[in-house]
């Protein structure tokens, strides 16, 4: 679940960091009513990709309706394939420098760590690549938190570099952001929480001016009330459309989907399993159409949703169905795939390579059913790409 | 040999009268385990099976001398399963749950090193030492006792490994699925050390996927260490696109970072063979067996 810009900035707020004063804006007209509360204003595209000011998804404005007529261009743009659906409409900032604070999964550490620059507003990344000397970072212990000695080790190392900058009270006001930002990033199940640029302003505040959000998918359990409100909040529908239709269908259905360019429909269980199927069918020369991975343990039921999803893809010209079973039971698939077959008259061709748990079970059934399963996954990756070529 | 569990290993299952807990401990047990307890709060005192069920573990540890836990809590509950486990002194916890939240597992992943113990997964198959114990899902009829150590993040495709060297006739030491979440305990590194220590291991596959660096960290481990044993190393996901998570949490290219290639390349400077199928695995360790039985 990832957060609009004006969405992690109500989080920030709401968590005691500062954030320019601002409105949200779904039409022109209510750009301008904004601008005239406001002032001078940005206004600023919510889509939730980074490089919105780059494709123009930004303008500063001066009066209501400069606000009004930029709203309008932008609010008809598709940035990187996600339509704009509304603006936030915020005060400019008096900008002295631009710093970095930011908070995300390190899995090398297994920790989350923290991440402080003075080189604000462009990609952390890209400052890592070019100067890594003026990143400073910390792996805070999870169970007490960055503590403040900590965070001005952080801040005086990444502030060697920047000598006009006044490390020492810089170092209390971030600490006591960090401390706020982290409590943030725990609170929500954060694997992003990142403030870019941290704007310091002459009369030496520090103001969020831009941030990212992102919660872990395994947790939105916590979150059920936040992400019903996100939705809700962010354009009216589901706020999806600029993903892959098919990948918003999968997310509906709670598969775990990704959609590729082939006409070779994949399903498999356990990610490995899956990626080496894909693999598999590439070196016998088809094209996967689908990741679909059903998971440890899946019911027949799911067996037979996901068959149903492969085939929303009108592309698709046979299945490869690859599983290995462990956690998951050869009978469940294989009801699951004859329910699926039955229900939808399915024609076009289904190759069902199985074995483990209950595999002898599950292949008297496919027999019964007519369906010849495969042992090997190499002899299957064979034969699928071999009959979805006939039916080209 | 082997490593990790063996006939001495003694288990308990933690949420043993869930659906999986409770069939999975069947299939264990039906492949030699000694299972001697159970937990499952608010049941202590009945028995599955003839498995008796404590309210907590610190009681089963108490009753039945528990060493090794493995764990089928669902994820709400799973980190919690994880340190009652390290906080009781179980030498060797395996959480076979899929799912746990990132913030759980920073935790729950802290607190088992200060406990001094070891975790395997979560979101793992577990691990088998053939004819002697399993604790988690591997399929019992693939595993055969034999010379090679199996180490796979990915558990179906450590099935694969484990099913196409069975059938070449050649078993295993042990098998030991890490899993494939980006907050693990065991990792790559962590399990080839123990099969560079067991005499028994005469060559180690290593099975990898997309994302991460924890293949890298493996092979430095095999360069830096003088590791003496043949490894033959899979990666899948080498078609896998960018920017794509591709089911497993940690299973995703981010930039130029976790590709199929970085870990190939890693492992070839290492030394490891590299095989493009499962086929060509089983080919790989039966030369390499073969050329060190000469």
Redesign the interface.
Known sequence: MKLLEYQAKQQFAAAGIPVPAGRLARTPAEAAAAARVLGRVAVKAQVPIGGRGKAGGIAVVETPDDAEREAARILAMDIRGYPVRSVWCETGLEIDSELYLGIT?D??R???AIIFSAAGGMEI?QVAEEAPEKIAKLWP???VGPQAFEVREMVFAALRHAPQLRAQVLAVQVASLTQKLYSLA?SL?A?TCEINPLVLTPDGQLIAADGKLEV????H??HRALALELAQDATGDDGRTGDDPFEVEAERRGL?Y?H?DGDVGVI?????????T???V??HGGD?AD?L?V???ASAEKVRNSLEMVLLDPRVRGVFINI????TRGDEVATGVIAARDQLRITKPLVVRM???REEEGRALLEEAGITPAIS??EAAQKIVALTRDSA | MSVLVDSKSRVLVQGITGREGAFHTEQMRAHGTNVVAGVSPGKGGQDANGVPIFDTVAEAVTATGADVSGIFVPPPFAADAIMESAACGIALTVCITEGIPVHDMIRARAFVERARTLLLGPNCPGLVTPGQCKVGIIPNHINIPGPVGIVGRSGTLTYEVIQGLGQAGMGQTTSVGIGGDPVLGLTFSDVLALFAADSQTRAVVMIGEIGGADEETGAEFIRSSGFDKPVVAFISGRTAPPGKRMGHAGAIISGNSGTAQSKIDALTAAGADIADTIEEVVRLVGERLGARAL
Request: cysteine-free.
């Open positions: 999964l899995r090398d297994r920790r989350m990344e212990d999870p169970f725990v199940d694997m872990d998918e395994n947790a359990y916590r775990t990704v590729l498999g269980n356990g990610a490995g399993l899956v990626m080496n894909l693999d598999l590439k070196q996967p990741f991975d998971g440890g343990g290995f079973g462990g956690i074995t483990g748990t996954a190499t």
